[in-house]
């Protein structure tokens, strides 16, 4: 059966290198896991997430597909559900970037002690960048994808050391090295989404919006000079 994945999972899964054992942490529907073992990127896949429904829809997807001697299904939170050392390259993939961050500091040995993190926050990635940098990891790659109009950041990262700096933290340190096909539309819809916000804002005048709206002054005016440079 062939699995075809949104962009965004398929560019979470050229980040995972063949031959390792795998968790997804978060799994939902169990498609990254399934997509994995089908196209033999991954001889073994353990498939976790803390809710029992989105659980059964991705043991649905493994029985239906015989995959139950691949992929091992675990409920609980975050990184408790392995043992140290038992998953090669840990997944965790569309949730926040708070999120993230908790869920990896909650475990941070057993973190550590995989090869590879593949993180692909919905928002907040400057700071799961930052956690990063902080907490004895180094961003080895970095992609884009695109999924109807929305734009998403994949982190690959291994133990080892990095500094950021705030434009690194913010736009990638490797998009920014290396730049990427989408990287330009990236920060056009990125500063298109501040402007929106800050004319949204334009009648509040408390001490808060007018900070804000100062800040999001700021971000679109590095955006702009970023995006003159490309
Ligand atoms: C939006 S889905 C993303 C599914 C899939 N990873 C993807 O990228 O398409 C987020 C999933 O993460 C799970 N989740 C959130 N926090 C979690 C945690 N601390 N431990 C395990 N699973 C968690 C949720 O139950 C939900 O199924």
Redesign the pocket.
């Known amino acids: 059966m062939r699995i075809k994945l949104s962009n ?2 398929q560019a ?1 899964a050229r980040q995972i290198p063949a031959g390792l054992t795998v968790a ?6 169990g ?2 896991p399934v997509y994995l073992v089908v196209n033999d990127i991954a001889p073994r896949v353990i498939a ?4 029992k429904r ?1 659980l059964d829809s991705a043991q649905q997807l493994v029985s239906l597909l015989s995959l139950e001697s691949q992929i091992d299904i675990r409920l ?3 990184l408790s559900v392995l043992k140290t050392a038992e998953a090669e390259v840990i997944c965790l ?3 926040g970037g708070m ?1 993230i961050k908790e ?1 990896i500091a909650a475990n941070l040995p057993l973190a550590k002690a995989a090869k590879r993190l593949v993180l ?1 926050p919905q928002r907040n990635v400057s700071a799961v960048r930052r956690f990063l940098a902080a907490n004895g990891f180094k961003i080895v790659a970095e992609d884009l994808a695109e999924d109807d109009g929305f734009y998403y950041e994949i982190i690959a990262a291994e133990p080892g050391m990095m500094t950021l700096t705030d434009d690194e933290a913010d736009f990638g340190p490797l998009l920014l090295a290396e730049g990427h096909a989408l990287f330009r539309d990236f920060l056009i819809l990125k500063e298109a989404d501040m402007t929106q916000l800050l004319v949204s804002m334009a009648e509040s005048n408390s001490p808060d919006s007018l900070r804000r709206k100062q800040q999001l002054e700021d971000e679109i005016s590095r955006i702009g000079k970023l995006i003159g440079t490309l």
Request: charged share 25%.
């Open positions: 965004r999972l979470v997804d942490i978060g799994t939902d529907h498609y990254l976790a997430d803390r809710g989105p609980g939170d975050g993939a569309g949730m999120a869920i692909q």
